[in-house]
C-alpha cells in the first residue's frame, strides 16, 4: 500500500513562497496520479491541484482560484511530489495534504497525515 | 463557503443508522456519478470511505454505502459504533477546469 509523508516549514513569512514535499513509499510515483489538497483553520477541504508523470503540459490541472500562484512537480529519482505556492497571505495558513487520486478520477485514495503550514511575520 | 452542503453535525446511538446529505448543483452532483465520501479522525490521514457514489474499497466496513438522488448524494453509517465518531467529507467531480468540490464536512458524534 501507497505511504504519503508531507514535509516542509511549518511557518512561511507572507509574500514568501511556501514549499512543501510529499515523500512516497510502496509505489513509484510514476504509476499514480499525484493531488495536493489543503484544510484551512475551521473549514472544508480544498483541491489545490493534480499531476502525473511525466508532469509535462496535459499531465497537470490546478485550482482556477490558485493557478497564479501554484506549481507542481514529480521528482522520480526520489520519488517525490512537491508543491510551491507563491506569495502567500495569511489565507493560505492551512493543513496541507498529498494525496493520491483513484483511477477512474475524482476520487482521493491515499492520504499523508497532512502538515499544518502557518502564514505569519 | 464549501461548494457542496452538509449538515454540520448529526449523531446517533450505538446501533442505530444515521445519514449524511451532500447537496451539489447540475454542474457536479447531479451531472456526474463520481461522489466520494471521506471519514476523517483529527490528526490522522483522511480515508476514503465511498467512491463513485455507491462503491466501497477495499477493507471498508459494510456498513458504510452511498447513494445519489438528483443534486444530493447521501452516506448512510449502519450499526453506529464508537469508533465511527468522525468528520465526513463529501467530494465531487465538477468538470475538467474545477475539477472537484468539497463539502463543508459533518461532525458525527455517535453518543
Known amino acids: 500500500q501507497v505511504q504519503l509523508q508531507e514535509s516542509g516549514p511549518g511557518l512561511v513569512k507572507p509574500s514568501e513562497t511556501l514549499s512543501l514535499t510529499c515523500a512516497v513509499s510502496?509505489?513509484?510515483?510514476?504509476?499514480?496520479?499525484w493531488s495536493w489538497i489543503r484544510q484551512s483553520p475551521g473549514k472544508g477541504l480544498e483541491w489545490i491541484g493534480y499531476m502525473h508523470y511525466p508532469g509535462t503540459t496535459g499531465n497537470y490541472n490546478y485550482n482556477p482560484s490558485l493557478r497564479s500562484r501554484v506549481n507542481l512537480s514529480l521528482d522520480t529519482s526520489k520519488n517525490q511530489f512537491s508543491l510551491k505556492l507563491s506569495s502567500v497571505t495569511a489565507a493560505d495558513t492551512a493543513v496541507y495534504y498529498c494525496a493520491t487520486i483513484k483511477s477512474g478520477g475524482g476520487a482521493f485514495e491515499y492520504w499523508g497525515q497532512g502538515t499544518l503550514v502557518t502564514v505569519s511575520s | 463557503q464549501s461548494a457542496l452542503t452538509q449538515p454540520a453535525s448529526v449523531s446517533g446511538s450505538p446501533g442505530q443508522s444515521i445519514t449524511i446529505s451532500c447537496t451539489g448543483t447540475?454542474?457536479?452532483?447531479?451531472?456526474?456519478?463520481?461522489v466520494s465520501w471521506y471519514q476523517h479522525h483529527p490528526g490522522k490521514a483522511p480515508k476514503l470511505m465511498i467512491y463513485?457514489?455507491?462503491e466501497r474499497p477495499s477493507g471498508v466496513s459494510y456498513r458504510f454505502s452511498g447513494s445519489k438522488s438528483g443534486n444530493t448524494a447521501s452516506l448512510t453509517i449502519s450499526g453506529l459504533q464508537a469508533e465511527d465518531e468522525a468528520d465526513y467529507y463529501c467530494?465531487?467531480?465538477?468538470?475538467?477546469?474545477?475539477?472537484?468540490?468539497f463539502g463543508g464536512g459533518t461532525r458525527l458524534t455517535v453518543l
Open positions: 463513485e457514489v455507491s
Open positions: 447540475s454542474t457536479d452532483v447531479g451531472t456526474y456519478n463520481l
Open positions: 510502496g509505489g513509484a510515483i510514476s504509476s499514480y496520479y
Open positions: 467530494c465531487s467531480y465538477a468538470g475538467t477546469l474545477t475539477y472537484v468540490v
